[in-house]
Structure formats: structure tokens, C-alpha cells
């Protein structure tokens, strides 16, 4: 697959999530599913992946052989403070909009060689460029997903 052709599969992915958020009614912003997790919960945990993942793009381009923090998902969003559970969604919307794009115009510039630049995950181990274009590729639509099962 060519840069372009990496691109292009990201930039669908973004499209798919803000198309459904966007969609959404209010009320059906807090519909949970099995796990409990809602659609209000879902977006902003998408867009605090997000803001991770902009800084993990950059560090594995800029800084090869970092280490990439994991982070313990369920504890944010259970956190009363970052308030996934109440807040409201146009803001962690915003943040995935400015992020994926910020990150969709550096994937365009990135070289092939680059795609092998490579650091370690604090979870997963080794973690490169184009372990991170896979993982953020579907990431999106796997949570895009998710919000549809919840709403049927």
C-alpha cells in the first residue's frame, strides 16, 4: 500500500466516526450497551485516544526508539473528573476533528522509510509508524460500531 493509499484509509475511518457522532440524537447519547460503556463515553474516549495518539505519531517520527505510555482506559472513563459520563460531546468531537486531521496531513508527508521508525509501548512492546497507522485506521470504526450495536 502506498503513503496515499495509507492516507486515504485513515481519512475514511475519520469521516465514518464523525459522520455517525454527528448524527446522533441527544438521547441517544446515553444508551449503554452490555459493558455499560454509552455513546457520550465512546466519544470522548475516542478523543482522548486521539490526543495520544497525536503525540505518539510525532514521537515515533521525531524521536525513534521512544517509549509510548499506555494508559488505562476504564479508569478515564470512570474518572468523575474528566466527566465522560455527563460532558458534553461537541468538545472531545472537536479535539478527534483537529487531531485526525493534523495527523492526516504529517501521514501524507511521511517517507517509506519512516513507516518502520519504531519505539517501544509500555504494554505492547515493540510499536512502529505503521503499527500506529493500523491501530489508528481502525480505531474509529471499531468504536463506530460500537454506537451502532448500542442503538439497536
Known sequence: MS?????????????????????????DLDRSDAEGWTPRQVIHHVADSEAQSYARLR????????????YDEGKWASNPTLGYSESEVT????????????????????????????GTHSESGEYSVR?????????????????????R
Do not use: C, M
Open 3 to 27: 503513503i496515499q493509499d495509507l492516507a486515504e484509509a485513515y481519512q475514511l475511518s475519520t469521516n465514518e466516526f464523525l459522520q455517525l457522532v454527528n448524527s446522533l440524537a441527544p438521547s
Open 59 to 70: 514521537r515515533l517520527i521525531a524521536e525513534p526508539g521512544t517509549i509510548i505510555q499506555g
Open 131 to 151: 503499527t500506529w497507522l493500523e491501530t489508528y485506521t481502525n480505531h474509529p470504526k471499531d468504536h463506530a460500531q460500537q454506537i451502532r450495536e448500542q442503538l
Open 91 to 118: 468538545a472531545a468531537i472537536d479535539v478527534f476533528t483537529a487531531v485526525r486531521n493534523a495527523s492526516y496531513q504529517l501521514i501524507l508527508r511521511l517517507t517509506k522509510s519512516e513507516l518502520e521508525n519504531s
